[in-house]
């Protein structure tokens, strides 16, 4: 009896493939449910355009599928093919390609939002997907929305992105918090200087 070692199959945890909607199953989402094992889609990849003839591409999905056990590509490749995937890809990254179901690293390509994501499972996106460099990123987005806003309150700035911006609140709700609340303090404290000084000159 050959052993996994002398068939020389490979196996692995995570595998990606792609959904065409206008050929997969109407339910196919619910299809991937039913399977019983963690996976992401991506949002609708409408967007994406060819480098080479300018054209928009098919819209499509980006699936992720992260297995409790090594798979090999063809039993990877039989699950996909219940949804309507097409091709089965063996990952070298997790994380990168995470991040590539919304082109975060490819800014020459249409960025599309985390929020629209699919997680089925027990995974956590935007755990997967962080890096160390994305907390300055943010907290750099969130000092320059309240300067564009006059808008130097913690509170408000909590309210905005528990309703709009989940990658914002994750951020103050994380390690964020401290630096934003300096920030909007010595905000505060110089305007009410300016407003003092001004009160003087009059």
């Not at 997790?94 to 997680?119: F, I, T, W």
Request: charged share 30%; with cysteine.
């Amino acid at each position: 009896m050959a052993t996994k070692k002398q068939t020389g199959i490979k196996k692995t945890r995570s595998y990606a493939t792609v959904v065409y909607p206008d050929s997969a199953p109407e339910n196919w989402v619910e299809i991937l449910r039913d399977l019983k094992f963690n996976a992401i889609i991506s949002p609708l990849h409408d967007k994406d355009v060819n480098p080479d003839s300018g054209e928009i591409k098919k819209p499509h999905y980006h699936v992720l599928f992260l297995f409790d056990g090594p798979k090999t590509a063809d039993q990877a490749r039989e699950l996909a093919e219940l949804i309507g995937g097409v091709g089965i890809e063996t990952l070298n990254s997790v994380r990168g390609y995470a991040r590539y179901l919304c082109h975060m690293d490819n800014p020459e390509k249409y960025q599309y939002s985390p929020d629209d994501v699919v997680v089925i499972g027990s995974e956590d996106y935007f755990t997967l997907i962080s890096l160390p460099t994305d907390k300055y990123r943010l907290i750099k987005e969130m000092i320059t929305w309240c300067k564009e806003n006059q808008n130097f309150m913690y509170c408000d700035l909590l309210d905005f992105a528990m309703e709009n911006r989940d990658d914002w609140y994750r951020c103050l709700s994380d390690n964020g918090t401290f630096v934003i609340k300096e920030y909007l303090k010595s905000q505060n404290f110089k305007r009410k200087m300016k407003a003092e000084e001004n009160d003087e000159n009059i």
